[in-house]
């Protein structure tokens, strides 16, 4: 029976996916978070806290699901128990019953972080990363030599990781690679991770495996976003594994056949942390102002985001490729506050207009449709009726021009701000 969610990232991230899927788990038996790492920062407002996350799903702060962490993350262990003694002490309960850490997933050490940015200063057009060692774990994981969570669990967990630890250290650059006393260092961190981690770590394989069997639903919480796929975005400005909807179930082991809801989450304009190409970004005032007005500054590095306008080219080609089933727009409150909206319906491309993104879209022209803005959602909007014309009219047109559905309509931060649209037959 299909009984899996898939909350999937459709621009450059920091779309609000965290809210989302917080608000699916409300009816589910499991959320996971299936790719990346702490470079994800998922910002919930759940009954008047405020909680941000890097690695836990969001979904736990609602306490009626299991939280798994999937084979397919890298995780740095120090991220995660500062974020489990978080959680505890904003009174959520974080036990090895309601968070489970797959024995599979890769560890990110000090050193990533290190090489991370050894990197970046390297490169003639660096990343922009988050620096936290993301591209370096997954690499150690592509030469098979990283550790696992899995090692954590060994009774001899210091000589065990040391020898591990030396083996990678030994394929770094010159400078990083410091000797046997860091790498003891390296072994004794590991020990303290074992000492806080173990009872959370297990093979999530058999529970997944079996709420699957049993058709419990499960929600899984996409991390990044389509165009920072390392292999089908902007390409070398993107993340370093596959926050797309296969990779994202496949991260899990969740096979393509057991998912029946995709839901892609985008903002009502465009953002971006980082370099790469952008093709509806402003750089003037207007940016400035969606950016004060939708508080665009990065939850994992604080870095000011870049701000667009919406680029439907983009969001619709992530609709194909990611099989959505039905859309999550947030910031419909925020982009209303300006008196005209632009969203970019083509490209200008060379001598051509196209609908769909070239390899070099930093070449590429936004051609844009224009909106009337300058709605007002009160308090009391509760539903999509008592929303303004103009942003229905904003909403609808995202649907005629992506083929799918909105269903969710953010309208602030909070959990309950969330309006959801009937589907237009019902
Ligand atoms: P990394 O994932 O830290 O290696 O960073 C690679 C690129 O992805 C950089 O442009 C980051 O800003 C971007 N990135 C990674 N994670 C996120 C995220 O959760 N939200 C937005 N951008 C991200």
């Not at 459709?10 to 499991?30: F, H, I, P, R, W």
């Not at 702490?38 to 306490?63: D, F, M, Q």
């Not at 699901?65 to 489990?84: H, T």
């Amino acid at each position: 029976m299909k009984s899996v969610t898939e909350i999937i990232g459709l621009q450059y991230g920091d779309e609000g996916k965290g809210k989302v899927s917080c608000y699916e788990t409300s009816n589910a038996a499991m959320v996971i978070r299936s790719t990346g790492g702490s470079n994800a920062g998922h910002t919930v407002v759940y009954k008047g806290k405020k909680y941000a996350l890097h690695l836990i799903p969001s979904g736990i702060v609602r306490e009626g699901a299991i939280s798994v962490l999937a084979p397919g993350m890298v995780i740095d262990p120090s991220e995660l128990i500062e974020e489990i003694k978080m959680l505890r002490s904003a009174g959520i309960k974080v036990t090895p019953k309601t968070l489970m850490v797959s024995d599979r997933a890769r560890i990110v050490m000090p050193y990533h972080r290190k090489l991370d940015l050894f990197l970046e200063k390297k490169k003639k057009k660096p990343v922009g990363t988050t620096g936290r060692g993301i591209g370096p774990a997954y690499a150690s994981q592509a030469y098979r030599i990283g550790l696992r969570m899995f090692d954590l669990l060994k009774d001899d967990v210091v000589e065990w990781c040391k020898n591990i630890i030396s083996q990678e250290l030994a394929t770094l650059p010159e400078e990083l690679s410091r000797g046997d006393a860091y790498v003891r260092e390296m072994a004794e961190k590991c020990k303290e991770y074992a000492e806080f981690l173990k009872p959370f770590i297990c093979n999530t394989q058999k529970i997944v495996n079996d709420y699957i069997r049993e058709g419990k639903k499960i929600v899984i919480e996409g991390a990044q976003a389509y165009s920072l796929d390392i292999d089908h975005g902007d390409y070398p400005f993107v993340t370093s594994s596959h926050p797309n909807a296969s990779g994202t179930a496949a991260a899990v082991c969740i096979g393509p056949t057991n998912v029946s809801e995709v839901i892609g989450v985008i903002k009502a304009y465009t953002s971006r942390v980082g370099e790469g190409p952008f093709v509806t970004e402003l750089k003037d005032s207007i940016g400035d102002k969606i950016r004060e007005l939708g508080h665009e500054y990065g939850t994992t590095t604080g870095r000011p985001r870049r701000c667009g306008w919406l680029d439907l080219v983009q969001v619709k080609e992530s609709v194909e490729s990611n099989g959505v089933t039905a859309l999550a727009v947030n910031h419909v409150d925020t982009i209303g506050k300006l008196a005209i909206l632009c969203t970019c319906v083509k490209y200008v491309y060379g001598e051509e207009i196209i609908d769909y993104s070239p390899i070099d879209k930093e070449n590429v022209y936004p051609l844009y449709y224009h909106f009337l803005g300058k709605w007002q959602i009160s308090e009391d909007c509760h539903s999509y009726e008592d929303l303004p014309k103009e942003a229905k009219r904003y909403i609808e047109f995202i649907e005629n021009f992506t083929g799918v559905p909105v269903r969710y309509i953010g309208i602030g931060p909070r959990d309950e701000d969330v309006i959801i649209k009937p589907l237009t037959d019902e």
